[in-house]
């Protein structure tokens, strides 16, 4: 088994966004009326697709895109505020030595990720893409592997929710879903990915058995 590529999800993958996530819906909840996230909700939500996620909080599937923008505005305006998921910048320190190479491919905006990576002298990714469609990274996928002239099955992305599986699935790459982000154990599993952890460290194990040599 060998990967020349590994990319990486940053919000919920790389870095520990979820409480920022949540603080910043629920000011956005106070504006429009919608419901609340309480700490008894979060394991419903992280077992709940998107769209389930949506009824459970009161919004409209149609607004996403509009709550999305004010969202990534009050998201840039806290950054200081984030940090690497616990126990993930040793991982990626350690890939970051191995033969492969290594970037980010993310919905959230590029400079926010460049911002962030600088900011934590953590500058160790040859690619870093960014404003992926919420709904439309297997295009951002399928793009990536003709720019590179990669294969399907030369690269492995790590990602933490269910729409992370499916643009894999439709691309044909190599999907390692992770427990520790904005979804869970359950949710992921019944889509049946590749891989899948629940502790970065499982997730290091992996990456240190991958090789590619020229």
Same mark, same amino acid.
């Given at each position: 088994?060998?990967?020349?590529?590994?990319?990486?999800?940053?919000?919920?993958?790389?870095?520990?966004?979820?409480? *920022?996530? @949540?603080?910043?819906?629920?000011? &956005?909840?106070?504006?429009?009326?919608?419901?609340?996230?309480?700490?008894?909700?979060?394991?419903? *939500?992280?077992?709940?697709?998107?769209?389930?996620?949506?009824?459970?909080?009161?919004?409209?599937?149609?607004?996403?895109?509009?709550? &999305?923008? @004010?969202?990534?505005?009050?998201?840039?305006?806290?950054?200081?505020?984030?940090?690497?998921?616990?126990?993930?910048?040793?991982?990626?320190?350690?890939?970051?030595?191995?033969?492969?190479?290594?970037?980010?491919?993310?919905?959230?905006?590029?400079?926010?990720? !460049?911002?962030?990576?600088?900011?934590?002298?953590?500058?160790?990714?040859?690619? $870093?893409?960014?404003?992926?469609?919420?709904?439309?990274?297997?295009?951002?996928?399928? =793009?990536? &592997?003709? !720019?590179?002239?990669?294969?399907? =099955?030369?690269?492995?992305?790590?990602?933490?929710?269910?729409?992370? $599986?499916?643009?894999? =699935?439709?691309?044909?790459?190599?999907?390692?879903?992770?427990?520790?982000?904005?979804?869970?154990?359950?949710?992921?599993?019944?889509?049946?990915?590749?891989?899948?952890?629940?502790?970065?460290?499982? &997730?290091?194990?992996? *990456?240190?058995?991958?090789?590619?040599?020229?």
């Amino acid at each position: 088994m060998y990967y020349r590529y590994v990319l990486f999800d940053f919000d919920g993958t790389l870095v520990d966004s979820v409480p *920022l996530a @949540v603080r910043i819906f629920n000011e &956005l909840a106070s504006t429009h009326g919608f419901k609340h996230i309480h700490a008894k909700d979060m394991r419903p *939500l992280k077992e709940a697709s998107i769209k389930q996620k949506c009824e459970l909080l009161g919004v409209p599937i149609y607004k996403i895109p509009q709550l &999305l923008h @004010v969202f990534r505005s009050r998201y840039r305006e806290q950054l200081d505020s984030l940090d690497f998921i616990d126990g993930i910048e040793g991982v990626i320190r350690t890939a970051a030595e191995k033969s492969y190479q290594m970037g980010v491919l993310s919905s959230n905006d590029e400079r926010v990720i !460049q911002s962030f990576l600088h900011k934590n002298n953590a500058e160790m990714f040859h690619e $870093i893409i960014g404003r992926s469609s919420l709904y439309g990274k297997a295009s951002f996928l399928r =793009k990536f &592997l003709r !720019q590179k002239q990669l294969s399907p =099955k030369e690269v492995l992305y790590i990602g933490d929710e269910e729409r992370d $599986i499916f643009a894999c =699935k439709e691309t044909g790459i190599d999907i390692a879903a992770v427990t520790w982000g904005f979804e869970g154990y359950e949710q992921l599993y019944q889509h049946k990915p590749r891989y899948l952890f629940t502790s970065p460290s499982e &997730l290091g194990r992996l *990456l240190n058995t991958i090789d590619y040599s020229t």
